[in-house]
């Protein structure tokens, strides 16, 4: 059974505390966090320490902190022959500055606590700097998931930018939807059976298919009119997404 | 059993057209379009014509047609005492020029002849320039739907502009992710549960709190290693929505 230690209590950390507790193939010896008031919860069910002279012997180290304190963190890693692994989408394999095999465990998801999540139905993108390192990580990634991406460091770095688009911009539209419907009381749950069409379309047709609206087709009365009821940001936001669609089409027409 | 003649050969017009067919408590009993041919397959389950002369008398006429020829073909249906409708979410009511009572009957939903519908579900928004003309309409419109919204021109034209943000601005913001991924040989697919998780995170929470993300947290080292791989109009579009993201969350913390 692969024994592991995982550092971290953010939300990444929290679920996959929750989901190694539970299996029978991975052992969660032991949770490690700055603070030991975030993890006090766990243990009854595991060791839990704030002390990183005090991490037990593991085969693999899970680093799950904020990017900015990764480098740091591993430093104090020094097992040369156990796997360090951070789980960050930004941030290089070579970050990791422990004396040890390194590699990373990336999932393009978004988490939250109050949310369960299915491991099983996440693809899971890992990287190792040794075949050693590899191997054992491979095997590892299965007991998560079945969709196993061998992914590069420039090459996940990429996949977070696109999961910027897919999820933190496309919310920040439906943020912009809801305060324009609220201007005239319109219950943002109205345009629910929408959103989700959105989204489902993508099963049947492509992205550059499923392309519909003002935009695409050049309808510069409806265009107009809809920009007369914006304003500031909103309005650069219509104006420049209706140029990149209209740019998108325009040329293969 | 309320007689339906319904206008036009579209997306929605095709849905609507076996919607009611099937229905057991509407009764279409024509459909007309401009070109015969689009609609001849239907002749063996109702009555068709390119000659709005020779239009049946139902109680309500359904306009589904391009917003710009709404007022054109409206301007030849002389039923004083019937019900004419369009289904355009950009159009006002006052733009039908028909010598009838005039209504709107509005789905806020993306059509796709693929994709099979289910009207139940979707929501349905009605408005009518008389009361008699409302009370046929409301009528009707539950035999849709269970969701009907009393929603007047104005409102409607918003929900319109909400629904290019939530649907046009959205797609394209999935193209451009989807761009992105090319360039690195990464399958597109492997951001579909990211994107799922994006819609469901909204049955639990509103879309001001489940914003995440770089530009949210002001981290302005990935902001600027993610501009880095950008080009063009990806660029202007992730410092416009960056910085419509922070302006939202800055002034509020």
């Known amino acids: ?7 971290g209590a953010g939300n990444l ?20 966090n700055r603070s030991i008031e975030k993890i ?30 990764i480098s740091e963190l591993s430093s104090h890693l020094n097992f040369p022959t156990k796997l360090v ?12 500055k422990s004396n040890s095999e390194k590699g990373v465990l990336y999932f393009p998801q978004s988490f ?33 998931s079945k969709n196993t991406y061998l992914i590069n460091s420039d ?7 696109a999961a910027v688009f897919v999820n933190n911009f496309v919310n920040h539209l439906f943020y912009n939807a809801e ?15 929408l959103i989700m069409e959105t989204v489902t379309k993508l099963e049947k047709i492509s992205v550059y298919d499923a392309q519909t609206g003002p935009a695409k087709r050049n309808d510069t009365n409806t265009i107009n009119n809809h920009k007369a009821l914006l304003t500031n940001t909103q309005l650069e936001i219509y104006t420049l997404l209706t140029k990149s669609i209209q740019e998108t089409y325009g040329k293969k027409l």
Chains 1, 2 share one sequence.
């Open 1 to 7: 059974m692969v024994k592991v230690v995982l550092l």
């Open 13 to 32: 950390a929290y679920h996959l505390t929750h989901h190694m507790l539970n299996s029978t193939t991975i052992q969660l010896i032991q949770v490690y």
């Open 40 to 69: 006090e919860y766990l243990k009854n069910d595991v060791s839990i320490t704030n002390n990183l002279n005090q991490l037990k012997e593991a085969d693999i180290y899970i680093i799950c902190v904020s990017d900015a304190v």
């Open 85 to 96: 692994v951070h789980t960050s989408g930004a941030t290089s394999v070579n970050d990791l």
């Open 112 to 144: 939250s606590k109050d949310k369960k999540i299915d491991f099983n139905t996440l693809p899971v993108c890992i990287e190792s700097t040794s075949k050693n390192g590899f191997s054992l990580l491979k095997n590892f990634s299965k007991e998560f």
């Open 155 to 161: 090459q996940r770095k990429t996949i977070h930018l």
């Open 179 to 193: 305060q324009i419907c609220n201007k005239q009381a319109i219950p943002f749950e109205i345009l629910q059976p």
